[in-house]
């Protein structure tokens, strides 16, 4: 949750010590240069090596201001990691309607966003902050579950809708592992096509059969 | 390769300046010592944060002993790594002979290994470093390439063997990523044969199926 500003109004002043660059609180998109400095302190230092002095600075403001608007470490964490999952959020809505081809929909919508590197990048850095650090992992656990899975279980009309979620994610974010990251051959030259085409029929029968 | 040690016999010291530990490069053991050292240093501290100084300081030798048995910071990583992925090396063997349950063979041998702490944490390790450093992921490849592919593919009689294999461990290694590392419910807390019930049918499509 974001706390709420003492004073909405640019015109007056906040008491007390002024922020380190002057009028910055009060400058349209301060919340979104802190938000954006924050992505790339996460995505390019990790959760470990990131601290709220050092997204100030990369953004140009007080550290207090960072926490006026985010809160803890952990809730800008938090903020940065919405922000870099925002373009898996349209994962509900390619499964979303007709039932038949619903797994080529979701494979190929996912794997959109981990074949784009301006998508992939941060996406690789939030699994990296994931995988040293506990507290990032709890962060990202609770978007997920929140902002992705609840939707996704939504339109998926069969038993334990999540699990089957999350067998399909699952299935995919491991090729994103073995084709990004690793560069595993022949799976990091395959075309998206020839992986859609063997992996939709597995998310199909995951989202949709009744029996599995 | 292990360059050759000038002299086995326990008896002749080596001429120059004398190792750390006097008589350590004539210990026996002090390889596999070494070689234990180097999986927990990158274990614990990561590709990045591990050195051959900090392998041989943790030894109780001298870093020329660790050079000397290993040769570069990438050798010693890749000694380390094979040692870690020593227990996943049966997955050809658990998918040799009857094709018949060979995907449900395989999904539980590798999931007994990342259920056990003893050699899942190591594993993870190994993840980490491979997405926190390209060198790592590199040596990564490299070893599964040698050691793992060839051999699950000389154990497949399909077309595209080695695309087949990379279907498969990348489905467990993202439903391990989802259980362990993000501990995402309900895949965190699902029974193992739960999971290789419906993960069982997939490998086996992808393992045997002529066509998929």
New interface residues.
């Given amino acids: 949750m974001t706390p709420a500003l003492p004073s909405e109004s640019p015109a007056p002043r906040r008491r007390g010590r002024p922020p380190r660059t002057e009028g910055a609180a009060d400058a349209p998109g301060a919340r979104d240069r802190i938000l954006a400095a924050a992505r790339n302190e996460f995505a390019e230092r ?1 959760y470990d090596k990131t601290s709220i002095r050092g997204i100030a600075k990369a953004a140009g403001v007080d550290p207090a201001l960072v926490h006026h608007y985010f809160g803890t470490k952990d809730q800008v964490f938090g903020a940065a990691v919405e922000l870099i999952l925002a373009p898996a959020m349209g994962a509900p809505d390619a499964v979303h309607g007709s039932r038949e081809g619903a797994g080529e929909r979701m494979a190929r919508f996912i794997f959109g966003v981990w074949e784009n590197p301006v998508t992939r990048l941060p996406l ?1 850095a939030v ?2 902050s ?3 650090n506990e507290a990032a ?2 962060v ?2 609770g978007l ?2 929140r902002r992705l ?1 609840l939707r996704m279980a939504e339109e998926l009309d069969v038993p ?1 809708p ?2 089957r979620a ?2 399909a ?11 990004y ?7 990091a030259s ?1 075309s998206v096509d020839d992986i859609v085409a ?2 939709g ?2 998310l199909q ?2 989202l949709t059969d009744d029996t ?1």
Same sequence: chains 1, 2.
Avoid: C, N
Avoid at 181 to 187: A, D, K, L, N, Q
């Fill in positions: 990790g690789l699994m990296r994931a995988l040293t992992a709890a990202l656990r997920i579950e899975l334990d999540e699990f999350q067998l994610a699952g299935h995919i974010i491991g090729i994103a592992m073995l084709r990251v690793i560069g595993m051959e022949p799976m395959a063997v992996v029929p597995t029968r995951y599995i």
